[in-house]
């Protein structure tokens, strides 16, 4: 994890990274977080941790919740789509 001694978001207030909903003042919330994301120096291995532990709440790696769920379900399909060209 250190990595996170690079990170952009080291000094920025944590609530910034955890909105609470989905519209609104969130939404400015929610892209205020990705900016920082998007200078950060760390970014793809602060998302690659997410995936792989699975980190549900939150903004991480410029991504948010449903980002990572579109992205690990879109992971899970070729993961069965390779193991079907496998078995045939
Ligand atoms: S990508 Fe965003 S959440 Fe992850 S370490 Fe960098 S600033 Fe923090």
Redesign the pocket.
């Known amino acids: 994890m250190a ?2 001694e690079r ?3 080291r000094d ?1 207030d944590p609530d910034l ?1 955890f909105p609470i909903g989905t519209a609104g003042l969130t939404l400015v919330q929610i892209e205020e ?1 990705k900016a ?2 998007a200078r ?1 120096p ?2 793809e291995r ?2 690659q941790w997410a995936l792989d532990v699975g980190q549900v709440e939150g ?4 991504t948010t919740e449903s980002q990572r769920r579109a992205t690990r379900r879109r992971s899970a399909r070729k993961d069965v789509e390779r193991i079907g060209a496998k078995a045939s």
Do not use: D, E, K
């Open positions: 990595w996170r990170a952009a978001c920025v990274f977080a920082v994301c950060c760390v970014r602060c998302l903004i991480w790696g410029g």
